[in-house]
T-cell receptor
Framework: NAGVTQTPKFQVLKTGQSMTLQCAQD?????MYWYRQDPGMGLRLIYY???????DKGEVPNGYNVSRLNKREFSLRLESAAPSQTSVYFC??????????????FGDGTRLSIL | GENVEQHPSTLSVQEGDSAVIKCTYSDSASNYFPWYKQELGKGPQLIIDIRSNVGEKKDQRIAVTLNKTAKHFSLHITETQPEDSAVYFC???????????????FGQGTILTVHP
């Protein structure tokens, strides 16, 4: 069982370039999330999708867009990359429902450097 | 949004000692308190969680305690081993933007080093 799979694992971009980070989960989870992790700041939520067909902003959405392609896939797009977006990006999913918060399962991240 | 403070930021112990990490939160309505372990080059992995209807939960060498009155919860690791060395994060429900449905706000992390 693969869990949450992120591609690519590493990427270097030049300022102004665009790219899409891919995420797929095979646990049939309803909810999916994108975080960025910077030193000393923990994980900060960029966007999330409570269910297929819905997306909503998190704490740090500026400069990003997302697409919930289907129940399995949730992509994150940087339209015009900036050095401040150099970070490690994590995708997560959870079986969110009426029973309250459920554990989130994380992928192993995409390490993105913008020059 | 929810505020979470995690302490200490770094913790160094000898193998066999105990380690305690504490998180305080601001929203008294919070009802779910997970702890995650992140090893180098990997994503965070849930190691234990507690809901507000209990005060303590144990799983082998790991335990979490919750004090809802004081709004803090702690991770306890006993008989530490070198493989416990990692970054540990606490989290609470909620966060900025939209509804709080399913969202978590994470603490800043604690780097635990266990010396053989």
């Amino acid at each position: 069982n693969a869990g949450v799979t992120q591609t690519p694992k590493f990427q270097v971009l030049k300022t102004g370039q665009s790219m899409t980070l891919q995420c797929a989960q095979d646990m049939n989870h309803n909810s999916m999330y994108w975080y960025r992790q910077d030193p000393g700041m923990g994980l900060r939520l960029i966007y999330y999708s409570a269910s297929e067909g819905t997306t909503d902003k998190g704490e740090v959405p500026n400069g990003y867009n997302v697409s919930r392609l289907n129940k399995r896939e949730f992509s994150l797009r940087l339209e015009s990359a900036a050095p401040s977006q150099t970070s490690v990006y994590f995708c997560a999913s959870s079986e969110q429902g009426s029973g309250g918060n459920q554990p989130q399962h994380f992928g192993d991240g995409t390490r993105l450097s913008i020059l | 949004g929810e505020n979470v403070e995690q302490h200490p930021s770094t913790l160094s112990v000898q193998e066999g000692d105990s380690a305690v990490i504490k998180c305080t939160y601001s929203d008294s309505a919070s009802n779910y308190f997970p702890w995650y372990k992140q090893e180098l080059g990997k994503g965070p992995q849930l190691i234990i969680d507690i809901r507000s209807n209990v005060g303590e939960k144990k799983d082998q060498r790991i335990a979490v305690t919750l004090n809802k009155t004081a709004k803090h919860f702690s991770l306890h690791i006993t008989e530490t081993q070198p493989e416990d060395s990692a970054v540990y994060f606490c989290a609470v429900p909620g966060g900025a933007g939209g509804t709080s449905y399913g969202k978590l706000t994470f603490g800043q992390g604690t780097i635990l080093t266990v010396h053989p």
